[in-house]
């Protein structure tokens, strides 16, 4: 099982591009979070998908946008990117496994994408 | 307010001494609070849990609801914990962490 995977890995913009961060996830797991992480910031929460069809906002979530059409997806979404969304963005997943609902407060979390913007 | 503050940036030892990596939380009711961990090159993964009251890799954390901490301690810091340190409290509704700004620690010999 892969557990958790983003895509890409890093990626380079210029200001007022978009993109498009892919969080895939095999765990079955109803929730899906996305973070940023900035040094001396910490780990701040953008948008998270409590199941499938579901978003709601995090502490962060001014120029972003996100989707959860399938579950094991979650995507995030950069319309115009500016260079003060230069970060590491990291996915998680939480949830029981076997397709049950619920939550276990144990989050997985993927490898991270390096996000710069010139 | 739901917050989580982690007051060192950067906590330095040598190794065989002891580490406390100190976290302190506000919120109203019972808190569930955690400690996670990312080592160099790697996800960022749960250390432990208050609710476990277990200890992982030598670490331990008590709950103090009259200091309202979570402090993580250890007796005998190793090079191997050398990492980024981050304690997270379980929101209200129960469906998102909400984490500190992290301490990074450094063990050296």
């Known amino acids: 099982n892969a557990g958790v995977t983003q895509t890409p890995k890093f990626r380079v913009l210029k200001t007022g591009q978009s993109m498009t961060l892919l969080c895939a996830q095999d765990?079955?797991?109803?929730?899906m979070y996305w973070y940023r992480q900035d040094p001396g910031m910490g780990l701040r929460l953008i948008h998270y998908?409590?199941?499938?069809?579901?978003?709601a906002k995090g502490e962060v979530p001014d120029g972003y946008n996100v989707s959860r059409l399938k579950k094991q997806n979650f995507l995030l979404g950069l319309e115009s990117a500016a260079p003060s969304q230069t970060s590491v963005y990291f996915c998680?997943?939480?949830?029981?496994?076997?397709?049950?609902?619920?939550?276990?407060?144990?989050?997985?979390f993927g490898p991270g994408t390096r996000l710069t913007v010139l | 307010a739901q917050r989580v503050t982690q007051p060192e940036k950067l906590l330095s030892v040598f190794k065989g001494a002891p580490v406390e990596l100190k976290c302190n939380y506000s919120?109203?009711?019972?808190?569930?609070l955690f400690w996670y961990v990312q080592y160099s090159r790697q996800r960022l993964q749960l250390l432990l849990r208050?609710?476990s009251r277990e200890s992982i890799k030598g670490f331990t954390a008590d709950l103090n609801k009259g200091e309202t901490s979570f402090h993580l301690k250890k007796p005998f810091a190793q090079e191997e914990d050398s990492a980024m340190y981050y304690c997270?409290?379980?929101?209200?509704?129960?469906?998102?962490?909400?984490f500190g700004k992290g301490t990074t620690l450094s063990v050296s010999s």
């Open positions: 765990m079955n797991h109803e929730y």
């Open positions: 998908s409590v199941g499938e069809g579901t978003t």
């Open positions: 997270a409290l379980l929101n209200q509704a129960g469906t998102a962490l909400i």
């Open positions: 919120y109203s009711g019972s808190p569930e």
């Open positions: 998680a997943t939480d949830g029981l496994a076997g397709g049950q609902t619920g939550i276990i407060n144990e989050q997985f």
């Open positions: 208050h609710i």
